[in-house]
Structure formats: C-alpha cells, structure tokens
Nanobody, 121 residues
Framework: QVQLVESGGGLVQAGDSLRLSCAAS????????MGWFRQAPGKEREFVAI???????SYADSVKGRFTISRDNAKNTMYLQMNSLKPEDTAVYYC???????????????WGQGTQVTVSS
C-alpha cells in the first residue's frame, strides 16, 4: 500500500504563492497518474489538477493559469505550485494516486492525509 504525505501548506495573504509537495513511498511512482484535490469547509472535495504517468496535465478551470502541477519521478514527489492565491483557494489539499498503473481512467484509490492552505484577504 502506497503512502502519500503532503507538505507545504500554510497561511498566506491573497496574491501570495505556495508550493505543495506530495511524497510517495515505493518504487512505482512513475507508473501512476497523480492528482491534487481540495476540500473547503462545508463543501465537497473537488478536483484541482492531474499529471499523468506520461506527464500530461489537466487543471480545474478555477485554477488554470495560476497553479502548476509537476512531478519528479527520481524523488517520488509531486508538486503543486500555487500562484496568485485567492481566499477561495482556502481548503485542505490532498494528493492522490490512481489505483492502477499505466491507466488514465482508474479511480484514485490512495490518498494522503491533507495539508491546510489558508488564504487571507
């Protein structure tokens, strides 16, 4: 069972930047699509960004142009660079891994514990 550990969250002001990291255990990191999701208080968890095992990326419209997802397979780590942060970006951010390797359609079956991002106005 893979372990995913997020870090990098914090309290920032609107317009600031943060970089989240997601460290994965094991030796098969490069074979899986990875994603970032977030959950704000009182709201359902929502998709933020995804990076495939072939490095294709996709973003939610709400973060497109401000957030950048990337991965370093040598370090078993995924990143989310968040620029021009807004108060509505406040949420717990989770990283996740698809349940099947080399598969762009499997569900996200492994999740980290989350890291809090708070953006003040």
């Amino acid at each position: 069972q893979v372990q995913l550990v997020e870090s990098g969250g914090g309290l920032v002001q609107a317009g600031d930047s943060l970089r989240l990291s997601c460290a994965a255990s094991g030796r098969t990191f490069s074979r899986y699509d990875m994603g970032w999701f977030r959950q704000a208080p009182g709201k359902e968890r929502e998709f933020v960004a995804i990076i495939s095992w072939t490095d294709r990326t996709s973003y939610a419209d709400s973060v497109k142009g401000r957030f950048t997802i990337s991965r370093d397979n040598a370090k078993n780590t995924m990143y989310l660079q968040m620029n021009s942060l807004k108060p509505e970006d406040t949420a717990v951010y989770y990283c996740a891994r698809r349940s099947r390797e080399y598969n762009d359609y499997a569900d996200f079956g492994s999740w980290g514990q989350g890291t809090q991002v708070t953006v003040s106005s």
